[in-house]
């Protein structure tokens, strides 16, 4: 056997390595953030957000459909995926907890949180746009909505598996009749994580490029027909950076921005949630 | 005296009829809210029925023109006249390559941060690192496209690769793995390494929760016993947590090969199989997302095939993460 020596070299050696492996894991996020700040703040005018995307060749311009379309199809997507996620991982956490199903049902959910988004882009497509004969808003709402739900479920069931039973007993030798314990108490016990859960959600479809590819398509006009192709930012800035315009690149460094912007905040403002709750 | 017991009696009658017409207001609101949990949960089930049956639907007419020469075919000729032909052999290819090397990069670099913030890192400064870890996962996936498509492709292309290539020239295998013919910014390997910082987190976040599941007690007998820290950790924590350590890395390779925007951006999108990993590839999900839009007929159900098939791949390995994951989580319990 080495002498002590030896293997404590050995181990300062490697955990060396392990410091290492932290530095340079940590560099990416500021590497990133850097490259964004950098292209996308020399665009950062007013006209971002009160004018709509130029057409090619043209100056000036800025994202102001394209922001809308986002937000609405973001707000009509966790507005369906969401109750339908609470619901569900209310079933898996208080009248399912002990049924047969309710580990089948939390193995698909958790196949469907990490199934490839452009999956459900192709679902949305067969199950919605080819009937409907459209891309549309409503179409990449719903895609949206596929993937809000597994996130949602997931959190719910756990946040209410985290609720003391003695609080459910408590409520229950009141006289309170079964839904009423969940919703009057079990929610108010979890909902620090059940909001966490819902803007973990809209962080994370916030971004998504993929499914709204062959579901809405894009628009170059301001449009709030939820049947018809509708402006977003995540396809405009798809459609944008490959473009040898130099405005339209400028504008899609922009919207880069933004949507980082967007999307960390709400990353964190959920992380701070969480922590709360914690810490009680 | 007999009036007031008489109207309290009224008043009894009110109250029973009141408190029947509420309770069974409670009964009917209870079977509702339980029936609704109860369908939105099957919902779930239905979700993925749903995408599986739409998938077969919208395949059917490629899987029938092509069958199992689809799986071995190189060529990829959507416009090719009369009949186009189409193989899946060059994004099945290059999806299994760039997850492969994007694992072969994260991994190691995900457990020994795993292991720093569990066994080294003074508690004050665990939470910045872990947060700035893992809220690259927060980073959406066509931001890392941009930035690897503008920043970090052409600082390899110019900087690093030529020099990889000029180092393994002389040396066989090695010299045609890192041929330079097409060093550029667009290639197998940067969408590999873009994949592998999409993919740290994952494996970051998994590797920290089940080093922390093992009993103190454990470690502290080791350190004993005199291990030094590495010990330690090659000893008894990782032995430990074996099936929790794969189970993340399997969930992190069902991200990877499903991965799109980003690779969509930087892989080059070309069909064709080469043997060196600078070279422009493809994979299934960047075809499906460079193409799909302006796709009709037997193209698009071709497309709609390698959907399929990812969505069988990515379906194996992560159900296979997830047992695991779960017979680690059995074993916690018990």
Redesign the interface.
Known sequence: MASYAARRRYSTFIMGLCLTATGIGVVWLFLILFSLLVNGIPGLTFAVFTEMTPPPGEHGGGLLNAIFGSLLMTIIGVGIGAPIGILAGTYLAEYGRHSKITPVIRFINDILLSAPSIIIGLFVYGAVVVPMRSFSAVAGSIALAVIVIPVVVRTTEDMLLLVPNTLREAASALGLPRSFVIRRVAYRAARAGLITGVLLAVARVGGETAPLLFTVLSNQFWSVNLVKPMANLPVTINNFINNPDANWKQLAWTGALLITAAVLSLNITARFFGASKDGR | MTTISESSKKLDMALSKDRARVLKS??L??K???F??????????V??A??II??I??AWPAMKAFGFEFLVTRRWAPQLEPEPVLGALAPIYGTLVSSFIAMLIAV???L??A???T???PHSIRRP?R???E??A???????G??G???LGPFLANYIEPSIVAAVANIPVLNSIFSGEMVSNLSLFNASLILA?MI?PFI?AIAVDVFSTVPPVLKEAAYGI?C????V?NNVVLPFTRVGVVGGVM?AL??A?????AVTFIIGNSFKISGSIFAPSTTI?AA??SE??ESEGLHQSAL?LL?LL??VL??IV??SA?FMLMRLEKRAGA
């Not at chain 2, 030094?228 to 010990?231: A, K, M, N, P, Q």
């Not at chain 2, 090969?257 to 925007?261: Q, R, S």
């Open positions: 409670l009964v609101s209870d509702l809210f339980s609704a949990t109860r369908a939105a949960a099957y919902a779930v089930l979700l993925l749903g995408i739409s998938l639907i919208g190691p670099f995900g020994g941060i292991i720093f913030l066994e080294l890192c690192i947060l700035s870890i809220l690259l927060g980073i959406p996936s066509i931001i890392y941009m930035w498509f503008f920043v910082i740290l970051t005199g030094t820290t590495w010990e950790v969930l069902g991200r090969l499903g991965e799109t925007m999900s499906i997302a799909f839009a709609i959907g990812l969505f990515t379906f992560l159900a997830r």
